[in-house]
């Protein structure tokens, strides 16, 4: 740090203001140097890590699809699947998002459904609380609340990625419908819109069937994650059973897009 630097008088810019400066400088230098001696620890022992650091930049995009390559995104997924939840409750939203971003659908839900200490199911059955808390536990926060939204990643989650909602343009006027529902069987929902609700539900007890339901004056995308089946065998019903089909990939695996579809009913069956 350079405290002892003398600032240069400019005229007009008070003293106060000046110091300020400088004292704002000083810190930006500290920052700067403990944030390269972090990165000199990590090359000296590249097997350290924290769950927290890689994942919120891939729920926020700076780490995730489409930033880096493919193979960087499936191996940080899997480094986070392995990490169980470490995060807090706070950052457990970013956890569940960065789980999906990743391919890694089985190991959020399994998150989600946890009984541990640190989990939703642990804040309900044990501390007997009706609405989610500050913290996981007591033991790690005394004066923790019973009542704090911060801690309500699933409500979010499950719409959004789950049954796979997510409005892609102002007003719902265009939505996407992808389903992730990891290695659940079936399952059905109805997410709010400014438009109407959308209606997911999808079975794959024998075979494959996916119902969307989407309102009017909304167009959307329907996304199948395909794994290893063959994209010619998923037929289309409804009024939009001609919609435009198109097939791709991401990081985590072969995709099937339909549409876009407009208000109605479309089913998706894959064939036997």
Request: charged share 20%; net charge neutral; hydrophobic share 40%.
């Amino acid at each position: 740090m350079l405290l002892d630097r003398q600032v240069p008088h400019e005229p007009g810019v008070p003293a106060m203001l000046q110091q300020c400066l400088l004292l704002s400088g000083c810190r930006l230098q500290t920052v700067a140097g403990h944030a390269q001696q972090a990165t000199d620890t990590r090359r000296q022992n590249p097997e350290s890590s924290a769950q927290h650091a890689t994942a919120f930049p891939v729920a926020l995009g700076v780490a995730g699809p489409g930033t880096v390559p493919d193979s960087v995104v499936r191996a940080l997924g899997r480094t986070l699947a392995d990490g169980g939840m470490k995060v807090s409750v706070y950052g457990a939203q970013f956890l569940l998002d960065a789980l999906f971003a990743t391919g890694q659908a089985e190991a959020a839900i399994g998150l989600m459904t946890a009984t541990g200490t640190n989990s939703w199911l642990h804040m309900l059955d044990d501390l007997g609380a009706t609405i989610v808390t500050e913290a996981w536990d007591p033991s790690l926060k005394p004066n923790m609340t019973f009542s704090h939204a911060w801690g309500s990643a699933p409500a979010n989650v499950i719409p959004r990625h789950v049954l796979g909602v997510r409005i892609t343009a102002p007003g719902a006027a265009e939505i996407e419908i992808r389903p992730r529902p990891g290695d659940l069987a079936e399952i059905s929902g109805r997410v709010p819109t400014i438009r109407g609700r959308v209606l997911v539900a999808l079975n794959r007890d024998d075979g494959y069937r996916l119902d969307v339901d989407v309102p009017p004056g909304t167009s959307a995308r329907i996304v199948v994650e395909l794994g290893d089946d063959d994209p010619s065998a998923f037929h289309v019903t409804g009024p939009h059973a001609r919609a435009a089909r198109a097939t791709g990939q991401d990081a985590t695996g072969r995709l099937l897009t339909i549409g876009p579809v407009g208000s109605g009913r479309t089913v998706i069956r894959r064939r036997q």
